[in-house]
């Protein structure tokens, strides 16, 4: 049996078709609709509310977490003030990606961490001799995402105080009717929004004060389907999707590093000791053996392919999550592992490994695809991510 | 006096105009616009009328944008942000509805509860009008050529068409023909059974248009429907964010973004010609600006007859566009209310109130509808298209309040009488009580009401008569008859002077193809 997350007694009410999914274990809700145009829509234009539950949360505290950490992950944690997250991924001693999450200063010697995979031995592995408490709040911790250009206007008035001066990448704490929260301005949708931390035994209540408040505002409830879109438009990867954790891998091959899946920027190049950081500094002059980059479609190649059987092109309205192999000049060069019809930029897109030297933005290639039972290769342009990046994101 | 020189200039800032612009200015033209109304948009504007309150004053969904245009000018880039708009309910008068919803088959389900036997045709008839859909798409995109001429483009682009055409095979052939000769009723009826489906289905024929669901030739405006499901993926009939005048701001910015020049509050007064050619334009305040190419987006009327000097033009011409059928039909009503209607069919909050709302209960209600028009008068029991753009998008009205959009018709232009205010007023209580007859509650709920009949449409965006087309769809005046025979490919007979409005082929609808097809026109002439 899967588990259900905190919310479940909200959202299983609203999902009408029973399109459930599961992550990490839990059940979660693809789309509430049959499909998921609106919910999609509402987290480019109004606001969405999304169930981030299955998430793996860790409570670390002590006088060595901060320690504990900064050895774990590639980001430099004496950086990190209070009230501040850290995106940012984790390696192995070989400098191989094992996961990707936040970390969150909560307080002077206590943080917050999230990870798409069960964390608990490997914290604990790190944190030997250290004077540090590593507790699993996974199932005692609900998270809300709400996203969506007027996510600030919904949350502030919920919280009763202006959100505006909380900053892109901080938290606060907070009520909401009387809930004790903490707020943080993250999320996995690329556009402006927070994330809702909230003890499990509130969070119907923190679910039913936030539809109350927002719907006016066109808050909408969103699934894993909605959320996929927006995350491949953000550019966003995701873990045993776009890259195998250095601990699922069962070949050398899959391990990708930091630099290879467009995380070279979230590893610091000055910090003291930390997981890997012999084989990155290695790596960091020569450049990475693989680039992971965006692919656009290019419309006309793709609409020919579907004409010359008679079709109008044929789209999907869910993302997908497979491997497509990548050509140039009829020599594979990588691989696409998910991509989307954009609703909103109205382009085919992928997220890609491309081989050295393939990855530069603007480089032609083709990508593999299915027209009428065949595999055929549309004309394709390698792409800087984001590929959606609005102003208010971090404004 | 050195004013600046430009190397075209557009007449009116409506969609088409802007996307003349953009695609000129694209290709390195100076290129200025004028738009005599202190918003750019036409009949695509979206204004705060009542304080918080924003109406997409005329044009309220976005129809058949073409994707190459979104494509070309990179509109996702520029603000276009087009939303689902998903579903169609019909209010029966026995307090029953019709519904058609976002998936097909509670669409379907719903159907056979008034009947398995339109449920299944629906399926059957869908793929005919998307075979037909695709039989025509490719006109969309061309300039219409003209079977009388023997000039080697017009040869070409008929072999092209015939080639089209002869491809379909026998029986998509015949039915198109049918679909280009029939009224929508007789079409229909063809195919169903259950009443509120056919006159809801028929509606989609005899908007913007002088004809009822029984005139002949209705039927070929339903295939403007499907078009836009051929082009599902770019979500091409939906609900721009900001309503349709943000679209046009989105053109506009992807004019700007190319070099054009945007000026509002400018109103031309008319082309300047010298011989049989044009060198610029003068505005109501006296200023002359030059150009060696000027384009009209204004309707045919105005582009030859108001601009210019209808005696320097040919006789023919002259006559073609005096006989070319404006007659707007329609009008429209935009409320700002406190709270949401509350529909006797489907009480309460729900997913219709998201869609459209659709007032055509019986073919017999819309041809009646139109037997009130036929004879002056507006329709006491009017065909409605109802949309609540604030479900959709609630930064139209201020949190938890709403704007509703009515489409109305019939509401003739040549009212008999004539039209006043007390009269206007009187057409928008008709709409009101007959909404009202599904939606008890709507009157209770408004906080102001604008109403525009088809005098009020030609009085502010200047459309001649109301028509929100620049003219009828009717088949006379379609494709290489439109505006008039000869000069459908965007010239007129002074040299350097273009059309580029819906008057000119394709037609109306925010779909920026008659803007496109006159600026290739004109880099294809000079190169």
Redesign the interface.
Known sequence: MLKTTPFHPRTSALVRAQTWRRWAGYQMASAYDPHPDREYAAIRSAAALMDASPLYKYRIEGPDALRLLDRTITRDMTKLAVGQVYYTPWCDAAGKVIDDGTVTRVGERAYRFTSADSSLRWLHLNAHRLDVMIEDVSESLAALSLQGPLSRDILSAAAARDLAPLKYFRMIEGAIRGIPVSISRTGYTGDLGFEIWVDAARAVDLWDALIEVGTPWGLTPAGVWALDLARIEAGLIMMDVDYFSAHHALIEARKSSPFEINLGWAVSATKGPFNGRRALAAERPRGPAWGFVGLEVEWGSFERLFAAHGLPPQIPNVAWRASAPVYREGAQIGYATSGCWSPLLKKSLALAHLRAPHFAPGTHVELEVTVEHRRERADTVVRKLPFFDPERKKA | MSAARYDAIIVGGGHNGLVAAAYLARAGRKTLVLERRPLVGGAAVTEEIFPGFKFSVFSYVVSLLR?EI??DLD???HG??I??L?STITPLDNGDYLGSW??P??TRRELARHSPRDADAAVVFGRLMHHMA?AVKPILGMVPPDPASLAPADLGGLLRLGGHFRSLGPERFHALHKLMTMSSADYLDEWFEFDALKATKSASGIIGTFLGPRSPGSAYVLLHHYMGE??????AWGFQ?GGTGAISQTIARAARAHGAEIRTGAAVERVLVRGDEVTGVALASGEELTAPIVISGLDPRLTFTKLLDAKSLPAPLVDGVRRYKFRGSSGKVNLALSGLPDFTCLPGMGPHL?GAISVSPSLEYLERAYDDAKYGEFSRHPYMDVVIPSMI???MAP??KHVMSIFVQYAPYRLNGGWNDARREAFGDAVVKTLARYAPNLESLILHRQVLTPDDIERITGLSEGNIFQGELALQQLFFLRPVPEWAKYRTPIRGYWQCGAGTHPGGGIMGASGRLAALQILRAAS
Request: glycine content about 6%; overall charge negative; proline content about 17%.
């Open positions: 994707p979104i494509r509109l996702p880039s276009l942000q939303l689902p998903e976002a998936d088959d509670e695709m051929i082009d599902g993926a770019f979500r964010k998201r998008d609630p930064q949190p938890g």
